[in-house]
C-alpha cells in the first residue's frame, strides 16, 4: 500500500474545477469562508472574477446560487456538508430543490474521517437529507479519478446535484485512462456468489481489500461502487442480491436513511434479499484521527471481513 | 406623475384588488391584508416600470421580480393576470386541486421568475439574480418585495449584507411595512424597527415611500435608478387590506378567506371605487 497515491476528494473538487473553468466559462463557484479547506481557493486563484465568497452565511449562499442559476449561470455552492445539508437544508430544498435550478452543490468534510474536530462536523445524515428531495441527484465518488469525473458529469447533468467529498487523503484505485463515470450505472469490481458487498465513497476502497481477504478466505464476494445514490442503480443491485441472498451495504454515514436505506428500498421492493448494514450507527461521532476513528467505527477492511463472513456462515 | 397614468394606474390597482378578493374567496384561503396592502407597488412596476413581456415571460432581458413574501402571491397573480401574463380566469381557481396557481409562487407559472414562500429566503435569490447582471453586464434590474414581519428572519440580514458587500445597485428591495404579522402588531411580536436605520447600517441607499400614493411610488423608484454602487431598500409605509374598509389595518384578515357576503362586500366596495375611478 505504501506506493498508493493518496488523495483527498475535496482536492479532487477544487481540482476539477479549476480545470473545467476553461472548458465551461458559464461555471462560477460560491464559497462560505471556507475556500482554503473545501480547495475551491484552487479554482479561485485561477478564476479570480468568477470566485465569489458569500461570507460565514450558508443560507444566503443557497439562495444566491439558485438566483445565479435562474439567470443561466451553473453555480458551486461549496461548503462543509454539515452546513450545505444540514444547516442550508431549507434553503436547498425550497430556493433549488422545488424550482429545480441547475444549482451544484459540493459538500466537502463529509462523514466521520473530519477527525480531529469531532461531533459538530462530522456529518453523518447529509446523504439521509438530500434523498428527501425530489429532483435531487446525489454523487458519492471513491477516489480521485471518480471525483474529477463526477464535478464535469455534474455540469453536463441539467438540474441539482449534491456531492460529498472527504477531508481525509485515500488512495486512488481507478485508472484515469479507463475509468468512465456514468451517472446513475453502479460498477461491479468482482463477481462472486457468496455475498454481494455494496459500498460507496471512501468504503469502496476498503470494500476492494476487504474482497481480498475474504477471496484468501474461500469466500466469494461481489463488490459494487455505487457513486450515484439517487437515482440509484437498481438493476446491478437487483442482479447482485438475486446471485448472492446476501447484501451487505457499507457507507461512511448513518445507517438510517444512507445508501443502506436506499439498497433496503430496492430489495424490499423488488428482490426482497437478507440485508446487513455497515455505517455509522444511530450516535454521534467524537474527535480523534480519521484513520483511527474509521476503524473505531467498524469503517474498515477488517469490519467487512468479519462481517461478511459470519453472515455467509449463517446462510 | 402625469395626470393620466396616474389615473391608469389606480384602475389598474382596483382591478388588481378585484383580482385578488376573487381569488382568496375561491379559494377559502389565502392571505388577503398583505396582498392588498402591495397592489399598488405591483401595479405600478408591472405596468409603469418593469420591463416584461407577457407573450415571451422568459426574455432573458427582462427585469426580474421576486416576491420574497411569498403568502401574498394572490397580489402577484392578479397584476400578471392583468398584465395579460395568463387569463384572468385562473384566479379561480387559485390553490385548488390541479390548478396552475399554487398557494405559494411557483417558478412554473408565467412571469413567475421564483418560487418563493418560505420566509426570507426570496431576499437572497434576487441577491442572485442581480449579481448574475453584474457578472454578465446585463442591464436588467431585480426587484423583491418582503413583509416588515419576514425581515425577522436572520437570513435578510445575511442577504442584506451579502448585497452591500457586491455593491449591487441594480437591486431594489422593497419592505411593506403595514405593521401586522399573524401572531399582532410586529412592535409586540419581535420588533424589528428601526428598519430604515438597520438597512442604512448595513450599507442600503434607504427610501421612503407611501405605498398607496402613486406619486410617492413613482418617486421612490426613480430616485432607486439613480443610486450607483448601494443596493436600495424602499421602506412602504402601507395599510394592511388597503381598499376594503372592514379588513384595513385588521391583523384578523392576514391569512383569512372572506364568507361570501364579507366577498359580496369588498366587491362591491372595490367596484364602486373603480366606478368612481372610471366615471372622472
Request: proline residues 4%; glycine residues 10%; aromatic residues 6%.
Amino acid at each position: 500500500m505504501a506506493d498508493v497515491k493518496k488523495i483527498a476528494t475535496r482536492e479532487s473538487y477544487g481540482n476539477a474545477l479549476a480545470e473545467l473553468g476553461d472548458k465551461y466559462d458559464n461555471l462560477y463557484v460560491l464559497d462560505a469562508d471556507l475556500a482554503a479547506a473545501t480547495k475551491t481557493g484552487i479554482f479561485k486563484k485561477k478564476f479570480p472574477e468568477r470566485h465569489f465568497d458569500c461570507g460565514i452565511a450558508e443560507a444566503n449562499m443557497m439562495g444566491v446560487a439558485a438566483g445565479l442559476a435562474a439567470t443561466g449561470k451553473i453555480p458551486f455552492a461549496s461548503t462543509f456538508a454539515m452546513f450545505a445539508a444540514g444547516r442550508a437544508f431549507e434553503q436547498v430544498r425550497n430556493s433549488i430543490g422545488y424550482p429545480h435550478l441547475n444549482v451544484k452543490i459540493g459538500a466537502t468534510h463529509a462523514g466521520i474521517s473530519v477527525g480531529e474536530d469531532g461531533a459538530t462536523h462530522q456529518c453523518n445524515e447529509d446523504i439521509a437529507l438530500m434523498r428527501t428531495i425530489p429532483g435531487m441527484v446525489i454523487i458519492n465518488p471513491a477516489d480521485d479519478v471518480e471525483a474529477k469525473a463526477a464535478v464535469e458529469a455534474a455540469i453536463l447533468h441539467e438540474g441539482p446535484v449534491y456531492m460529498r467529498f472527504g477531508r481525509l487523503a485515500v488512495p486512488v484505485f481507478n485508472d484515469p485512462a479507463t475509468y468512465k463515470f456514468e451517472l446513475g450505472k453502479g460498477i461491479k469490481l468482482a463477481d462472486g456468489e457468496d455475498i454481494a458487498i455494496i459500498a460507496t465513497g471512501l468504503m469502496v476502497n476498503e470494500a476492494i481489500e476487504a474482497e481480498k481477504q475474504l477471496r484468501a478466505n474461500g469466500i466469494k464476494a461481489t463488490v459494487i461502487n455505487i457513486h450515484t445514490i439517487k437515482p440509484i442503480d437498481e438493476d446491478i443491485i437487483v442482479e447482485a442480491a438475486k446471485k448472492t441472498g446476501l447484501v451487505l451495504t457499507v457507507e461512511e454515514h448513518s445507517v438510517i436513511g444512507g445508501l443502506g436505506s436506499a439498497v433496503a428500498d430496492v430489495l424490499a421492493a423488488k428482490c426482497p434479499t437478507k440485508l446487513i448494514k455497515i455505517g455509522v450507527n444511530d450516535e454521534f461521532g467524537h474527535s480523534g484521527p480519521a484513520v483511527e476513528l474509521l476503524k473505531q467505527f467498524g469503517l474498515s477492511a477488517d469490519n467487512i471481513v468479519k462481517t461478511a463472513t459470519e453472515a455467509v456462515k449463517a446462510k | 406623475m402625469d395626470a393620466g397614468l396616474k389615473k391608469k394606474l389606480e384602475i389598474q390597482a382596483c382591478k388588481v384588488r378585484l383580482g385578488i378578493i376573487e381569488g382568496v374567496f375561491n379559494a377559502k384561503s389565502g392571505h388577503p391584508g398583505g396582498s392588498l396592502s402591495i397592489a399598488d407597488t405591483l401595479t405600478y412596476l408591472y405596468f409603469a416600470k418593469m420591463n416584461v413581456y407577457p407573450d415571451k415571460p422568459d426574455e432573458p432581458g427582462r427585469d426580474r421580480f421576486v416576491l420574497s413574501k411569498g403568502h401574498t402571491a394572490p397580489a402577484l397573480y392578479s397584476t400578471l393576470a392583468n398584465r395579460g401574463f395568463f387569463s384572468t380566469d385562473e384566479l379561480k381557481s387559485l390553490r385548488h386541486i390541479g390548478a396552475m396557481l399554487q398557494g405559494h409562487p411557483c417558478i412554473t407559472i408565467p412571469g413567475v421568475d421564483m418560487s418563493s414562500g418560505s420566509l426570507g429566503q426570496g431576499i437572497s435569490v434576487a441577491c442572485g439574480m442581480a449579481l448574475s447582471a453584474k457578472i454578465s453586464g446585463d442591464a436588467y434590474k431585480v426587484y423583491t418585495v418582503l413583509g416588515d414581519g419576514e425581515i425577522q428572519e436572520g437570513q435578510v440580514w445575511e442577504a442584506a449584507m451579502f448585497a452591500a458587500h457586491y455593491k449591487l445597485d441594480n437591486l431594489v428591495a422593497v419592505v411593506d411595512n403595514n405593521g401586522l404579522q399573524i401572531d399582532g402588531n410586529i412592535k409586540d411580536v419581535m420588533s424589528p424597527y428601526p428598519i430604515v436605520d438597520k438597512f442604512k447600517a448595513f450599507g442600503w441607499h434607504v427610501i421612503e415611500m407611501d405605498a398607496h400614493d402613486f406619486d410617492s411610488i413613482e418617486k421612490a423608484f426613480n430616485e432607486a435608478e439613480t443610486v450607483c454602487n448601494q443596493p436600495v431598500a424602499i421602506i412602504q409605509k402601507s395599510v394592511k387590506g388597503k381598499g376594503v374598509s372592514f379588513m384595513e389595518n385588521n391583523v384578523s384578515w392576514h391569512g383569512t378567506a372572506p364568507n361570501a357576503e364579507q366577498y359580496e362586500q369588498a366587491k362591491s366596495e372595490l367596484e364602486a371605487a373603480l366606478a368612481e375611478l372610471e366615471a372622472n
